[in-house]
């Protein structure tokens, strides 16, 4: 399943981007998603998670200020990300939870810098 993600763009610390991740079919409902990132020069993490029930979670660096969330009759998953942060800089993609690795699309990217 191709995933396109979209959203990403340069933003002052203390800013609020949302990311979208769209499928060509509906998947979402009946997966976990995640979110994951990929710093310069750092290993790719997963950040946050959304089950097909609906429970979420995150990674702790991100707790508070990110929210993912899916909307299935739009066959999207989203993140929002607020009060953002230097460290937050990085790749954003979104796969599935285990990854799919045919499944990696080609990010977008969240610069976060005054």
């Known amino acids: 399943v191709q995933l396109v993600e979209s959203g990403g763009g340069l933003v002052q610390p203390g800013g609020s981007l949302r990311l979208s991740c769209a499928a060509s079919r509906n998947i979402f409902s009946m997966n976990t998603m995640g979110w994951y990132r990929q710093a310069p020069g750092k290993q790719r993490e997963l950040v946050a998670i959304?089950?097909?029930?609906?429970?979420?979670d995150y990674v702790d660096s991100v707790k508070g200020r990110f929210t993912i969330s899916r909307n299935n009759a739009n066959n999207r998953v989203y993140l929002q990300m607020n009060n953002l942060k230097p460290e937050d800089t990085a790749v954003y993609y979104c796969n599935f939870l285990p990854v799919v690795e045919g499944s990696w699309g080609q990010g977008t990217r969240v610069t976060v810098s005054s």
């Open positions: 959304i089950t097909s029930g609906g429970t979420t």
